[in-house]
């Protein structure tokens, strides 16, 4: 089953969802991506054909809402979807990706993460979002709660980029490895809810204490932060009559299910061709992960490592990563969700620190990609010379 979202087509959110990780200014959305390498010299890798055919595949639950709260799932399907700012002043456009995702312990639960809108592949912020009623003196008090991801490694948020596009294959987490981040209480208005959170404290920028301001509307969720110092003067953040609005769009994004269990997610596609057919040459850089918490278990980027080098088809150690490399185009970012049965499985691999029947994640980044030569007629005569140094290695 494939999926595909075709592109449509803003300072506040990324602004307030960094200042809870601690980042104290934008510098991290206003650093532009680089741009993908080529013509990058590669070493041919080799390695044994897989010999133990896939298990049979069963996939996933489908992600709901089990709240029976109405007020809560409209709010949870309000901030479902994929959301885009304009770019304002030094802030860049950015995007806004929410989906509703199973977790343990939880009625209702919505991963996002925030990101460069030119840099679809990577972003800078994840975490969940939360929708609970709670009862006070006054009554029923709806409120949304923002979970950050606290005890996992660095390397998680990397693992995690792209999975609200494949929301069934979000990871098993478990409450005691997440964190509240900050509760913003929510009031119905006519247009949708609005949040005003209390006065919290903080050290980033120069202020001593934060408010968050929230508006979400039928396909709109407004943010802005403002930081005050210990004279109660403006620090950072939107004047009063701003706020950083995201609206829905469409993003460039493909997702192909595949029925042995591979999940292909697709990223902005480029201009160049995609190359499947037996005896093509590829160059790509592969970054894997642990699903299950984010350990980083390759990286043809790290010092020494150069990109990976193969030709279709592609005859690596597991089935997951020899089938999702067929069709990279050059400068095109894939991701693959790899489950145990296409990967290591039962056996795992000690050597990288993958454990016994593991799903993994890797992004690929298509550096380089040649067709095969045509085949010569049947009655022209072969060629002479020795092999080139390339085929020799």
Do not use: C
Not at 38 to 52: C, M, R, Y
Not at 112 to 138: I, M
Not at 175 to 183: A, C, F, Q, Y
């Amino acid at each position: 089953m494939t999926t595909k979202f075709r592109h449509v087509s803003a300072r506040s959110l990324a602004l307030a969802i960094l200042l809870a990780s601690g980042t104290s200014s934008l510098a991290i959305a206003q650093t532009p991506p680089a741009p993908p390498a080529q013509g990058i010299p590669v070493q041919t890798i080799t390695a044994p054909a897989p010999t133990v055919p896939p298990a049979p595949y069963v996939p996933p639950p489908p992600a709901r809402i089990t709240s029976t709260d109405e007020d809560v799932k409209a709010v949870t399907s309000l901030l479902a979807g994929s959301f885009r700012s304009q770019a304002m002043g030094d802030t860049p456009a950015l995007v806004l990706h929410a989906a509703i995702v199973n977790v343990e312990g939880l009625d209702n639960a919505l991963y996002f993460e925030v990101g460069r809108a030119d840099a679809p592949w990577s972003s800078f912020r994840n975490g969940l979002f939360h929708v609970y009623s709670a009862q006070t003196t006054a009554g029923k008090q709806l409120v949304l709660r923002v979970l950050d991801f606290a005890k996992f490694v660095p390397t998680h948020q990397a693992m995690m980029t792209g999975i609200w596009a494949a929301p069934e294959m979000f990871p098993a987490v478990t409450l005691d490895r997440l964190s509240v981040n900050t509760d913003i209480p929510l009031t119905r208005d006519s247009a949708g809810w609005r949040g005003l959170t209390a006065s919290t404290p903080t050290l980033v920028g120069g202020a001593v204490r934060f408010s968050t301001e929230f508006a979400l509307s039928q396909g709109s969720i407004s943010w802005a932060d403002r930081g005050t110092n210990a004279d109660n003067t403006q620090v950072w953040g939107p004047s009063l009559a701003q706020s950083l609005t995201f609206v829905t769009y469409q993003p460039e994004v493909t997702v192909d299910r595949r029925a042995n269990g591979l999940v292909v997610i697709d990223f902005a596609t480029p201009a160049s061709d995609a190359l499947t057919e037996a005896g093509t040459e590829l160059a790509v850089h592969v970054n894997g992960f642990l699903q299950s918490d984010g350990l980083q278990v390759d990286n043809s980027k790290a010092p020494g490592r150069e990109p990976l080098r193969v030709t279709l088809p592609a005859q690596l150690p597991f089935v997951g990563i020899s089938e999702g490399l067929s069709g990279v185009r050059i400068g095109q970012f894939r991701r693959l969700i790899v489950p145990s049965a296409l990967g290591f499985g039962e056996r795992g691999r000690a050597r990288s620190n993958i454990p016994a029947n593991a799903t993994l994640v890797y992004e690929i980044e298509g550096l380089y990609a040649k067709p095969p030569e045509p085949q010569p007629a049947a009655d022209a005569k072969p060629a002479t010379g020795a092999p080139s140094a390339e085929l020799q290695k």
